[in-house]
Structure formats: structure tokens, C-alpha cells
């Protein structure tokens, strides 16, 4: 038993923060502590192509629940919205397809151009409507990361016309990095 | 003499289940060794006092650097000179964490310095989670481990708003100031450790987010996300002489987002001082009577077994051992040739009873923090493999 605070403070992964949930429960097997979920209020939007993205995302005290905005027929928006029953039965749905490997949530480039409505309300709200156990281990996941963190544009959002206006002068570097393989690489 | 305990391994699906995909070498070998290095509390303790004694000489001789004008010397890219000397001039510029790697340490043998990671290290996964995870998998008592790794880096990014004050004052000081994290896409290894110190930060208490380096944007007025979004800080997994080499033009372009203060870039600019192994040689010139330090030099050493090193070479590439007679018993190639070299004297890494060498390595964050071990031969390469320890 070492007694020095400096020397150790990882006794039973409390030192460990956040990341001692996910490793106390893989290690045991176990589901890890619930925590407290926070249930979400979403909008969602479908694109030109067809495909949803969430374009607001708040914290709710209540059940989730979402907007869903899409263009009928004649390029009409309208709005419906939909209850925790409903978005947790798409998610279940959805979740199905991830098991059998259907889902595009898991697919490589999914989500950079929206996904189903299915698949972006399981991508961005997966914990708090299926519970966490299932969140996390979805989350393991690389693609279905990344594809939940590009089928999400609320965070911060800013008006599309802002947005095209501010990028015009940007750049972004790294292109043509040669830096991309997969071996360990810059220990030393 | 290393000894060593045997484990019950980690299957590949309980890593993969963890986050570490990393867990097989090109040439089919595991990287997580199923052994242990024991040590003992003495031996941690001189470790963790190594660990702050050594960067304590590191920040007084890149002062020395800077005041001497001897950039040149160290071989640091003519185009980050100006974002060095800035981020060094002010203390929000917080240096997040580092890793010596050291010689010795072990059975009465000195604790010798080989380098300091100090601006993209890896091995943090490794450190701060598996080889913790190592012991409670064998259920053996987790604690007796140095390796405070997660919570002092986490403490560590608080102290971007408390600088030397308690970290306690985070709260009361944080105004919702945002930290991107940017790896390179495509690297396994880069990007969790990047996604780890992501939450690490979420943990202290910061709104943090993930962008790849290739989605990443930047213009004189900061550092923006793919959809636009502006950090206040930006944490990048990718080493500042690429950086200056590859993209000369993001080099110009940070220099003025750190003039026009409008972004604070971790690990700041300064630690590429710390991270050229020419620093070496000026910690010999400033240091002489160190027990920590080897004999280091820019040009050969007479008359003494040595190595010959790239100011900023890596994973044991581009390394030459050279004996006492001039003659060259090992070399590795690479692609950092063209960096400036230095001559460090040769030292003996701890032996196990099968001739493999153990390097250990320290993690700092503000204090030294933790440690694990690297096995391999004479030349520690990415072949190398991660040994947790046990205190015992």
C-alpha cells in the first residue's frame, strides 16, 4: 500500500476520472454505474439530399423529444414532432441493424452527409434513449463516432450565412500529411 | 537485475473494449508485454524526484536558450523562433505534460536521461489506464503503482485558468473557455491518446470538442472547427517541426494567433525547446555536477563509448552507437538525417535475465506524475515493447 498522494491515486479507479467507469466495467464484465442521463430536446432537419442532421440540441428536464423538419412534395417545410416512444422505438430499430451490421451508423463516411432519421437520432442520442451501457459501447465504435459527431451540428451553432462568410478566409493544412499510418509513431 | 512478474494477459477484445486497438506490433508480436517490472517505493520515490529535478533544469536552461539567442544550436526551425520566444514570454501558455525517458533507476543503478518527450508524447494510454488495468485484471492491489497520470494531467489543464494558484479556483474563474483536441485521421494510436486528454480536460471541468488536424481551419483570427466553431485553446497531437517544415505557412499563421492572442496552442511552442536533444548538451554546460545528466556534445566524444542522436529524431530512428575506438556497433536509418546531431555518452539500460533492456518512462504533468517501462534491445525502437510495473 503506497501512502504518497504523489505516488498514487488510482485506488479502485477513482483517480481515474470518467475514464475509470468505462474501464471498471469492462474489466468486470458489469454494467457500468448508471449515471444520471440527460434526456435531450433535438431538431432535427432533413437535407437536399434527403438525409437528417440535428441542428439543435438542449439539455432537457423532461422526456426527450424532437422536431423534425423535412420538405414535402412541392419543397414545403413542415414540422412534426415526436415523443420519447417514438424516437426510442426508431433507435431500437435502428439499434437492431447495428447487431446485424445494416446499420449506416457503423459504416465508414456515413454520416458526413446525414444519415436516416433512424440513424441520426440512435447516433446522437443512443445513451440517454437506450441507456448508457448500450451508448458507450456503441461509442467504442469508431465509425459510429464519428458519424454521431458529423450528424450533430448544434453544438455552438452559428446561422449558414455567417458561416459561408467566415470560412472564405480560412485554411486548413495537413493534406498532404504523410503522417498517416497506423503504426505507433511519435514516442520516440 | 530487471525482475519480473508474470500476468494473466488482457485478451485483444477486452483492449479493443477499452479503446486500445494498438495492441499488435507490424510484425504480428503483442506490444503489451504479460510481465511486470517490479520496483520499490524507494526506487518510485527517486524516480518522481528525478522527474522534477530534471524539469526544473530544463525550464532554466531553455531561459538561457532564449536569452543566449542559441536556436540555431539546437536546430529549431528558423520559422518558430518568434512563436517560441512568445509563448515562453507568458504563463497561459501552460505546458499540459511530458515523458523523460530514463536510463537506470533500478537496483542501485543512477537515473540518467536519455530525452525528454516533451511536445506529442505517446505511451499515455498505456501508462495511465492499461497497466493500471493490468492489476486489477490480475486482481492485485492497483494502488501500488506510480501512476497518478489521469488526475494530474487533468489537474493540470485547470491550471490554464488558476496558473499558480490552488486549482481549486477553477470554478470560480472558468468562463466556458473551449479546448480543441486534433490527432490526424486515420492514426488508432494518435487518436485516442488525443481523445484521452480530451477527456481528461472534460473531466477538469472544460467544454472541449474533436476535430481532425485535415478539418481543422485557421486564419489570423484563430482556430476554427469544421463548422466554424472557435476555440480559445487548441490542443494538436502533431510535432511543431513538421509543422514548420511541412506547412510553413500555418507556422506564419500560428505565430500571429499567438501575437493577435487569439488562441493558446498546447503544447505551446516553447516545448520544442525542451524537446531537442541538443537541450542536452546545454543542461551539461549548465548543470556540470547533475547526477541526472550524460555527457552530451555536439560534436564527437573522445575516447568514450557513445550515441549519436538527431536533434529531433524519434522512436530510435536515425541512432547511431558508436564505440570507444570510433567503430559503429549499431545504427538505425530514418527519416530524420537531416537534423542536426548530438553525442551522448552510452549508458547501460537495466537488464532482465534474458538480456532484454527496460527504459523507463516518466510522465509530467506540473509534478512527475507516473511511469511505465519500454522493452527492447540496444536501440529502443517502434518495435519496443510496454511493460507496466508493480511497486513491491
Sequence with gaps: MINNKHISSIASGIGLGSAGVLMMSVLTGCEAPQQEQQNRFLVIEQQTNGKYIVVEEMPTEGPSRAIIREKDANGNTTERFMNETEMKALAEQEYQKVQNGTSETVQDGGGSAGMGLAGTILAVAAGSLLGNMIGNSLMNNKNFAKNSASSNKSAYSRSAASRAKKSSSKKSFFGSSSRTSSSRSYGS | ?392
Design chain 2, 1 to 392: 537485475m530487471v525482475t519480473l512478474q508474470k500476468l494473466n494477459p488482457l485478451d485483444d477484445s477486452k483492449l479493443e473494449e477499452l479503446g486500445f486497438s494498438w495492441h499488435t506490433d507490424s510484425d504480428g508480436s503483442k506490444y503489451v508485454s504479460d510481465e511486470l517490472v517490479e520496483i520499490s517505493s524507494s526506487e518510485a520515490e527517486a524516480y518522481y524526484t528525478a522527474g522534477n529535478e530534471i524539469y526544473d533544469m530544463y525550464v532554466e536552461a531553455a531561459e538561457y536558450v532564449i536569452e543566449n539567442d542559441l536556436f540555431f544550436d539546437l536546430g529549431i526551425p528558423f520559422n518558430l523562433i518568434d512563436i517560441i520566444k512568445k509563448s515562453w514570454e507568458n504563463d497561459v501558455h501552460w505546458h499540459i505534460y511530458g515523458r523523460f525517458d530514463l536510463a537506470g533507476g533500478i537496483d542501485g543503478e543512477d537515473i540518467k536521461l536519455i530525452e525528454f518527450n516533451a511536445d506529442t508524447p505517446t505511451g499515455l494510454f498505456e501508462t495511465a489506464l492499461l497497466q493500471w488495468a493490468l492489476l486489477k485484471h490480475n486482481n492485485m492491489d492497483e494502488e501500488n503503482q506510480f501512476n497518478n497520470v489521469y488526475e494530474a494531467i487533468s489537474e493540470n489543464f485547470k491550471r490554464l485558468i488558476t496558473l499558480f494558484d490552488e486549482t481549486s479556483k477553477f470554478d470560480s474563474r472558468y468562463d466556458g473557455w473551449k479546448i480543441l483536441f486534433s490527432s490526424i485521421a486515420e492514426n488508432d494510436e494518435e487518436e485516442a491518446t488525443t481523445r484521452l486528454l480530451q477527456q481528461m480536460a472534460t473531466d477538469a471541468g472544460f467544454n472541449t470538442s474533436f476535430e481532425y488536424l485535415e478539418n481543422t481551419h485557421f486564419d489570423d483570427n484563430g482556430i476554427f472547427d469544421a463548422h466554424e466553431n472557435n476555440y480559445e485553446y487548441w490542443f494538436k497531437l502533431y510535432p511543431w517541426e513538421d509543422i514548420a517544415h511541412d506547412e510553413p505557412e500555418l507556422a506564419t499563421t500560428l505565430t500571429n494567433i499567438i501575437q493577435n492572442q487569439k488562441a493558446i496552442i498546447l503544447n505551446p511552442a516553447y516545448t520544442l525547446l525542451f524537446q531537442s536533444k541538443g537541450m542536452m548538451k546545454i543542461l551539461c554546460d549548465l548543470f556540470p555536477d547533475s547526477p541526472y545528466l550524460l555527457k552530451t556534445s555536439y560534436e564527437p566524444l573522445d575516447g568514450i563509448k557513445q550515441v549519436e542522436k538527431a536533434v529531433f529524431g524519434r522512436e530510435g530512428a536515425n541512432t547511431k552507437i558508436i564505440n570507444a575506438d570510433g567503430n559503429v556497433a549499431e545504427q538505425t536509418d530514418g527519416p530524420y538525417d537531416n537534423y542536426k546531431k548530438v553525442y551522448q555518452e552510452y549508458v547501460e539500460f537495466p537488464k532482465d535475465v534474458k538480456g532484454n533492456k527496460y527504459q523507463a518512462g516518466v510522465f509530467f504533468a506540473y509534478e512527475a506524475c507516473g511511469m511505465s517501462f519500454r522493452k527492447g534491445s540496444e536501440i529502443m525502437d517502434n518495435m519496443s515493447k510496454f511493460v507496466g510495473h508493480v511497486i513491491v
